[in-house]
């Protein structure tokens, strides 16, 4: 019975309902993968007749099955060959050529075997053959191994000669190195070809102008074609000659078109392209940016352009006539040539007509429009007035630049000439997160005047700008809210900002206080004179000064606030640093007035 399907006899198996299930030889042990050394007799299941049906798993065992599947699992090696069909019913040919590939999977002596698609054949291509081991001699139940495909040699499967022709690289690679099959075996064979596979070849070459030998140099009808030969029309071939010499190279030239004398003129640049394979050009809009105009880039399509706009037929624009300062007329527009790009002067200077260099153009610098931002009105806040400024039609939301998340708190009085208000008292806070200002006055009880909030959280602005947290001290009087205050103490976190920020307190920084304080009391600390002052004001002989005997001498000396001296802020400054906070020590005061080195 032939081995092919459908002439098999169906094995004997036993009725288990239609359910067939086959043995797993595979199994891991240790983490190694081991073949089960339980398979079936093959010389009696191909006794039995049922050899032609044996699958995979139940093939003869294969010596180290086990070691080769963990060396050579997934490696396959690939030949290339051919068998023939033969053709009835045909004039040109007697038989065609099918291509195959053979792929041999090392790990189990497999071979499959797939015909290369070939578009338009019209005969069923692919798998020919799918993985399996294939026969050498069923008689002596011998199988394909490598040794037996070799490089000009045939290989029966299912009754097809395949000729074995060339193999891939890597394929030789292995043969060669780890087989040790001589470099003369592994030469490729030439093989045969069939006459319609060659004829279809050169068709598809003319069609598809792959061959160079075929001229398509006009694309038309064939019966078009025709029919002007007929007429006695002959190919044009008279644009060949550029097309071979000067194929994809362009000249670029740069042109400028002056219509400013004009009402709404302008000076526009253009980009002028000349193709050397048949002596086209054409023409681009350079557009700068915010330049206003419709970005049309292509002025003029590509084409040959007369010289006399009034005379089509006549003589058209060449490279030669072309040179830095000449004048082009392009459909009345007078176009200047003032440069070219590094490719067109080596062309130039190879023809032996070399370009001017560059024209220097006088150009009008641009206005620059500055635009004035208008005063803040007070409606809303600054930033949205701001953002309907920037020239958006359609406005978005500004966006807002976060400070530190820290509150400045002072008590404050009311600087007025109304009785009432002499004695009012004031809490403002400044957040530095956002630089607004909040003002609130603690109710008094039979004041008349009905305390909370004074002003709510906003941003504030002076002549000078915004009010920002420089402006905050003790002692300072500011203007808030169309009423003036003066700061008249802080609270010991406003008291530590600032004194971790000297540079934006300077009233803060106890070497700046001691620098000014030495402007009066440095002679009379040089003398003793200062000394003898604060001991006066200290009968018990403790070395501190109250905060109010320290004011006094201060005034004695006239380096007060209201001589003009520093504020009250530097009056904190010295007592907590070099005192209790309360206190003054006037022995360290005296000391760093004579030596400031004194304060590290």
């Not at 193709?275 to 557009?287: F, I, K, S």
């Not at 208008?374 to 806040?381: L, R, T």
Request: proline share 6%; net charge negative.
């Amino acid at each position: 019975i032939p081995n092919l399907p459908g002439y098999r006899k169906a094995p004997t198996r036993p009725n288990r309902g239609g359910n067939f299930p086959r043995k797993q030889i595979w199994s891991k042990s240790h983490g190694v993968a081991i073949a089960d050394e339980m398979v079936p007799n093959v010389a009696e299941l191909m006794r039995s007749g049922s050899a032609a049906s044996i699958p995979l798993a139940t093939q003869p065992k294969i010596k180290h099955a086990g070691k080769r599947y963990l060396s050579q699992g997934g490696v396959v090696l690939k030949f290339f060959g051919y068998f023939k069909e033969a053709v009835y019913e045909s004039q040109i040919e007697n038989y065609r050529i099918r291509q195959c590939e053979v792929n041999y999977f090392l790990e189990d002596d497999t071979i499959s075997v797939c015909e290369q698609k070939v578009e338009n054949s019209g005969v069923p291509q692919g798998t020919f053959a799918k993985r399996q081991r294939i026969a050498l001699n069923e008689a002596d139940e011998k199988f394909y191994e490598l040794e037996d495909i070799k490089l000009g040699g045939t290989v029966e499967v299912y009754g097809r000669s395949l000729f074995v022709t060339d193999c891939n690289e890597s394929t030789r690679r292995y043969l060669r190195d780890v087989i040790g099959r001589p470099e003369e075996e592994l030469r490729p064979v030439a093989g045969e070809e069939d006459v319609y596979t060659t004829m279809r070849a050169e068709f598809m070459s003319r069609e598809t102008g792959r061959d160079d030998t075929v001229a398509h140099n006009i694309r038309k009808n064939p019966m078009k074609e025709f029919a002007e030969a007929q007429l006695g029309n002959t190919v044009n071939n008279e644009t060949r000659r550029g097309f071979l010499e000067y194929d994809r190279k362009v000249l670029r030239l740069d042109c400028i078109w002056d219509d400013r004398d004009s009402l709404y003129g302008d000076l526009q640049k253009f980009t002028l392209q000349y193709y050397l394979a048949d002596d086209t050009m054409e023409l681009l809009t350079v557009v700068g940016p915010n330049a206003g105009r419709d970005p049309f880039k292509k002025m003029v399509k590509r084409g040959k352009l007369a010289i006399d706009r009034d005379d089509p037929l006549g003589p058209c624009w060449h490279w030669k006539n072309f040179q830095i300062g000449t004048v082009i007329d392009v459909y009345a527009k007078k176009l200047l040539i003032v440069s070219a790009d590094s490719n067109t002067y080596n062309f130039y200077e190879s023809k032996g007509m070399p370009l001017d260099p560059p024209l220097q153009l006088e150009m009008e610098e641009p206005v620059v429009a500055v635009r004035e931002l208008p005063p803040y009105n007070g409606f809303g806040s600054e930033e949205d007035s701001l953002a309907s400024c920037v020239g958006s039609l359609i406005p978005t939301i500004p966006t807002k630049k976060l400070g530190e998340n820290k509150t400045m708190r002072f008590r404050a009085k009311m600087e007025s000439r109304n009785p009432e208000d002499v004695d009012r008292v004031f809490t403002i806070s400044f957040f530095l997160q956002d630089n607004t200002v909040q003002i609130h006055e603690p109710p008094k009880r039979n004041s008349g005047i009905v305390g909370g909030s004074f002003l709510s959280r906003m941003k504030l602005r002076t002549a000078e700008g915004l009010i920002t947290q420089e402006y905050f001290y003790v002692g300072a009087e500011i203007q808030l809210a169309g009423h003036a205050f003066i700061l008249v103490d802080a609270d010991e976190g406003t008291l530590r900002h600032m004194e971790n920020q000297p540079g934006i307190f300077e009233y803060s920084n106890i070497r700046n206080v001691v620098e000014v304080y030495r402007l009066s009391l440095g002679e009379p600390a040089g003398s003793g004179e200062l000394a003898e002052v604060f001991a006066a004001h200290d009968p018990d002989g403790t070395g501190f000064v109250s905060l109010r005997n320290f004011k006094s001498i201060l005034m004695k000396y006239q380096c007060s606030y209201y001589y003009g001296g520093p504020p009250e802020q530097a009056v904190l400054t010295v007592c907590r640093k070099l005192g209790n906070k309360t206190a003054v020590e006037y022995g360290k005061f005296v000391a760093v007035l004579l030596d400031p080195s004194l304060l590290g």
